[in-house]
């Protein structure tokens, strides 16, 4: 079992829809983060958590430390969030930034 | 404003043929990592600079070496490649410490022939 797992691994939504991403760990952390890699491309840091809710234009990141669950919520989908959403933790314990990943939600967003 | 550039973009090399990738940094910061991505995978990282300390994953081929000459540059050196070495080749990098953001740069492709 991975140490960070995400669902969906595939997830297809309408332009408009509103859309969750689950990720779910089992290591202690100290930071989770939520990343967007479109087709070939670079990787874009979205959020960094620690606790609570954060929230960037469309999207909501929240996390729960006790349940070990963060959430990514993005509102009025548009084909343009159509990306891989990567769920990454920083391990507890480290003294640099390793991250462990989760293996990535495929979103495709239809007009 | 470019923070993380990654030189070349694609990269084409011969089987057995050394190769060198480039990352430079503008933000001086003082982690530097280097990540092999293969198709449909998530991110392996291969090794990562605390200022001028190396660190190898214990599991990261012998192939694959590292140099940063300064704070601001580091680069990628794969002595033989092979077919399975053609991945997608992240640098990022970051503040000391697990609570900071990554920065990633753009990625160069590798594909080995």
């Known amino acids: 079992k991975n140490e960070v797992e995400q669902s969906p691994q595939n997830l297809t939504a309408q332009e408009g829809e509103f859309i969750t991403i689950n990720c779910s760990y089992s290591?202690?952390?100290?930071?989770l983060h939520w990343l967007q890699q479109h087709p070939g491309g670079g990787i874009v840091s979205l959020f960094m958590?620690?606790?609570g809710k954060k929230k960037h234009g469309r999207l909501i990141a929240t996390i729960n430390i006790q349940e070990k669950h963060s959430s990514l919520h993005i509102t009025a989908s548009h084909p343009r969030d159509s990306a891989v959403y990567i769920c990454?933790?920083?391990?507890?314990?480290?003294?640099?930034?390793?991250?462990?990943f989760g293996q990535g939600t495929i979103l495709t967003v239809h007009p | 404003d470019a923070m993380v550039i990654q030189n070349p973009r694609y990269q084409v090399t011969q089987f057995g043929k050394p190769v060198t990738l480039s990352c430079s940094q503008t933000?001086?910061?003082?982690?530097m990592y280097w990540y092999q991505q293969k198709s449909s995978q998530a991110p392996k990282l291969l090794f990562h600079?605390?200022?001028?300390?190396?660190?190898n994953e214990a599991d990261t081929p012998d192939n694959f070496q590292s140099r940063r000459p300064n704070t601001s540059f580091c680069f990628l050196d794969i002595r033989s490649p092979g077919l399975g070495d053609a991945a997608m080749y992240l640098c990022?990098?970051?503040?000391?410490?697990?609570?900071?953001?990554?920065?990633f740069g753009p990625g160069t492709r590798l594909t080995v022939t």
């Open positions: 600079y605390y200022d001028k300390d190396f660190n």
């Open positions: 958590l620690s606790s």
């Open positions: 290591v202690g952390i100290s930071a």
């Open positions: 990454a933790v920083n391990a507890g314990g480290t003294s640099y930034g390793k991250l462990t």
């Open positions: 990022a990098t970051s503040r000391e410490g697990p609570g900071y953001e990554q920065y």
């Open positions: 933000l001086n910061h003082n982690v």
